[in-house]
């Protein structure tokens, strides 16, 4: 499922046919079916468990739910630009351009803080503040730090800030959250079930969890991975 430009989300198939999924392609924040419905600029998708799709609506100010069928509906936002919690249309965001689903809910990266947002459309302060700093608050997230990316695992988040890094939070049971001291650069993340992957700008991928493995000589044990795409090399070292 891709966000388009042209105010649709399309889907490709896995032969690559490309349909458009929903959305009037007018510029707009109309809820209905799917050809009926309008969006403004979307930056950010993520399904839940049951097949439904999120929307991050930009410029709308808004979260987007789109069901299995094609139905659209705001389950947060006004349409104006704001950060006040709340529920449904109680709630404002200044421009989410990021979301990810966890078991809780979902997390909105929105300029300095991260936002969650239960599937019923309550809005909540997850971390973070209104202006850049870099006192750490709730989460280990550097208040004022800007949110550029969410990503969300099995127990388990990450949050990619402007300056690269990269800040964890949750379950650490398999060292998932365990960042690795250094790691700076990053400009795309991605979280699984009890793992994650940090991709650098110099084509370097980070493993950010613990590989549990045997050594020559019988002993368990633990290391973490970096492949590096442009030469397919290996290093592993915690």
């Known amino acids: 499922y891709v966000a388009d430009l042209n105010y649709k989300i399309r889907k490709i198939s896995a032969n690559g046919t490309v349909t458009n999924f929903v959305g009037s392609g007018d510029y707009g924040s109309t809820d209905g079916a799917a050809t009926v419905a309008s969006f403004g600029n979307?930056?950010?998708l993520a399904f839940d468990t049951a097949g439904n799709l999120y929307a991050a609506d930009t410029s709308n100010y808004k979260i987007r739910k789109i069901t299995t069928a094609g139905v659209v509906s705001t389950i947060a936002g006004t349409g104006f630009y704001g950060s006040t919690d709340g529920t449904g249309a109680g709630a404002t965001f200044k421009e989410p351009f990021?979301?990810?689903?966890?078991?809780s809910g979902l997390y909105v990266a929105e300029n300095y803080k991260v936002r969650k947002v239960t599937t019923t459309g309550v809005v909540t302060t997850f971390a973070g503040a209104e202006t850049y700093g870099c006192q750490d608050g709730?989460?280990?997230i550097a208040a004022g730090n800007k949110i550029t990316q969410i990503a969300a695992g099995g127990s388990h988040s990450l949050a990619l800030t402007a300056n690269r890094t990269?800040?964890?939070?949750?379950?650490?049971?398999?060292g998932q959250c365990a960042v690795p001291s250094g790691l700076t650069g990053v400009v795309q993340i991605a979280a699984g079930c009890d793992h994650n992957a940090a991709l650098r700008a110099d084509g370097t991928v980070v493993w950010l969890s613990v590989i549990m493995g045997i050594d020559t000589g019988g002993n368990r044990t633990n290391s973490r991975l970096a492949l590096n795409l442009a030469?397919?090399?290996f290093n592993t070292g915690r």
């Open 42 to 44: 979307i930056r950010g």
């Open 98 to 103: 990021s979301i990810a689903f966890h078991s």
């Open 138 to 140: 709730v989460a280990n």
């Open 166 to 174: 990269v800040i964890a939070w949750g379950d650490n049971s398999s």
């Open 231 to 233: 030469n397919n090399s």
